[in-house]
């Protein structure tokens, strides 16, 4: 090839790569806003878009059009994947959150392999020894930190019910993986009719927590609670998956 139909090629694919930018940027901020509902105010949007954009700039140069995922979905996981990595970089969350998350997660265990049944929040609570409002209160705190262990869940990635393998794996990381997949796909079905719903519309529809208020006729508050509630329950019963971290 010459060296003018080299230039030529080089300036048609920076060309097609600052075209896909363009064309994903509102996915990149689409998702920004959709995790900033959630956060505190130290966590500034402009840093999330920022590292969405490599998120997006990595999916570009890395997607493999033969692994049988579209583009988008490639790219949402990366660009979401991304945007953890800055938050945990950072770690906002004090150590006292992550440790009464985990306390929670325990009392929920125990109540469920004891009862056989879902643990009612006045039961969590009087095993916690607070009082209901101090429960609640407790998981709007921990409510921004345990939706990136939700999204941790999976090695792989995890957003909602959708995942995708991102990097090769051997036969038994392969067979680990897929046993994981069923074991927390499971998980999700047997959660509480309202905590599912609100995990499904949270990262399957992607809406915020003010829309699913609307739709199930709660506050944005309680919204944030059932959800943290729910990650919480399946930290609990998904313990012999991620107990070793």
Partial sequence: MSGAAMY?????FEQSVDDQISQYTPL????????????PPSVQQDDLIQAGMIGLLEALR?????????FQTYARIRIRGAMLDEIRKNDWAPRSVHRKARMVAEVVRGIENRTGRDARDQEIAKGLEMSLEEYHRLLQEASGHRVFSYDELDIESFGGVESLSVRTQGPLEGLQSADFKRSLADAIAGLPERE?????????????????GAIIGVSESRVCQIHSQAVIRLQSRMDHWVSNE
């Avoid at 890395?62 to 579209?70: E, F, P």
């Fill in 196 to 212: 599912r719903l609100v995990m499904t519309l949270y990262y399957d529809e992607e809406l915020n927590l003010r829309e699913i």
């Fill in 28 to 39: 990149v901020k689409r998702i920004a806003y959709h995790l900033m509902s959630r956060l």
């Fill in 62 to 70: 890395n997607y493999d059009a033969t692994q049988g995922a579209s």
């Fill in 8 to 12: 030529a090629e080089a300036q048609a």
